[in-house]
């Protein structure tokens, strides 16, 4: 199985986004191979369709800013909008990683998870996270409630998950799709 993981962030290889994706790293252990593309590092397009041809399943990360995902992971999917319903997403599973300060990471996870839906992808039940300096801080004060905040441990629940459902041989159909020019003006004078 092979797992394209995908870093929207603008902090990259050496952010707080890539440091939670090392842990989802382990967590896949020897089960999947990974590939990485931090969207924050120059690479052509072809180079990218090549990467989201070869993997089975997807992870997606980002930080938050403004409520919003990085302006990497917004250029990406500007990009790649023409391919939309085609094989290089429709039916591969996609889970999500989200990192924020302290608020907007759920928004964040929410629509990056119907985008990726609506591109072809399938979301796995119990495929996100966000994880905040909030939950970090709260998670080391030991508190009765920790339970109730997403923590690192729930890792390994998303990857069990994602590799789950790339076993999955369900054969997905796509909506017509307007590949022409996604770009051409609508509105008239």
């Known amino acids: ?5 995908v870093n929207g ?10 440091r939670l994706l090392k842990g989802l790293e382990r967590a896949f252990a020897a089960r999947a191979e990974l590939r990485y593309v ?9 180079d990218l369709m090549s990467d989201l041809g070869w993997a089975d399943g997807f992870v997606f990360s980002t930080g938050t ?3 919003s995902w ?15 319903g085609t094989d290089l997403w429709l039916g591969k599973p996609a889970a999500v ?29 119990m495929s ?15 508190s009765e409630f920790a339970a109730d905040f997403w923590q690192p441990d729930d890792l ?13 041989n369900v054969k997905y159909r796509a909506w017509p799709v307007d590949r022409e020019d996604p770009h051409r003006r609508w509105i008239s004078d």
């Open 70 to 84: 990085g302006s990497p992971l917004q250029s990406f999917f500007e990009k790649i909008t023409p391919t939309e």
């Open 156 to 168: 390994a629940p998303i990857a069990e998950n994602l590799i789950l459902a790339m076993g999955s």
């Open 38 to 46: 931090h969207l924050n590092e120059e690479k052509s397009l072809p």
């Open 97 to 125: 990683a989200v990192t924020m300060h302290a608020v907007g990471g759920k928004g964040v996870l929410s629509r990056l998870q119907g985008v990726l839906n609506t591109l072809g992808c399938s979301i796995p039940p």
């Open 1 to 5: 199985m092979k797992i394209l993981i």
């Open 65 to 67: 800013y403004w409520d």
């Open 9 to 18: 962030s603008l902090g990259g290889a050496g952010g707080n986004t890539a």
């Open 128 to 142: 996100g996270i966000v994880y905040s300096l909030s939950n970090q801080l709260a998670l080391k004060a030991d």
